[in-house]
């Protein structure tokens, strides 16, 4: 039997029953596809705690459900999540430091490209922000092989 086609009659499924469950594996393999490479690259993974491996699939479900919501909001303008993203990581944080007075941070105005692509995911970045100067730290250290990466 070749690819795309059944051994059930047109009285057992119609045709177009069959085609409508091929497309739904098709949109299956993708989701799983999506998952294990890409941005997500779920893996199979050795967690000693089975709670530990639910959350790990529900976050990566939650985040091929945020890869779909911007596919179909950048679809018009011929754009692949991977390159919307890319674009994005250009958007950056700039810090208004004028003498005597407070710092500020603020983003500029994004370039045209990066203007549709937040208008169309219908999201709106906040014109200042105001950052406490906290660094951030891990708990866990990075091994010493590590740091020079």
């Not at 050795?46 to 945020?66: D, G, K, N, P, S």
């Not at 890869?67 to 810090?95: K, M, N, R």
């Not at 603020?106 to 999201?123: G, K, N, V, W």
Request: hydrophobic share 40%; glycine share 4%; with cysteine.
């Amino acid at each position: 039997m070749l690819l795309g086609q059944t051994d059930l009659t047109p009285a057992q499924a119609p045709k177009e029953l069959v085609h409508d469950r091929y497309k739904a594996l098709a949109s299956v393999e993708y989701a799983f596809r999506t998952c294990k490479t890409g941005h997500l690259e779920v893996r199979p993974i050795f967690l000693r705690r089975a709670e530990r491996t639910r959350a790990h699939a529900f976050v990566v479900m939650l985040a091929y459900q945020i890869i779909q919501y911007l596919a179909s909001c950048w679809s018009p303008l011929d754009v692949t999540v991977e390159e919307g993203l890319h674009a994005l990581t250009t958007l950056c944080l700039v810090e208004v430091a004028p003498k005597n007075a407070p710092r500020s941070h603020c983003l500029p105005i994004p370039r045209d490209a990066i203007a549709q692509l937040l208008r169309r995911a219908d999201i709106t970045l906040p014109k200042v922000f105001s950052l406490s100067g906290t660094r951030v730290s891990t708990k866990k250290k990075l091994p010493s092989e590590r740091l020079g990466q």
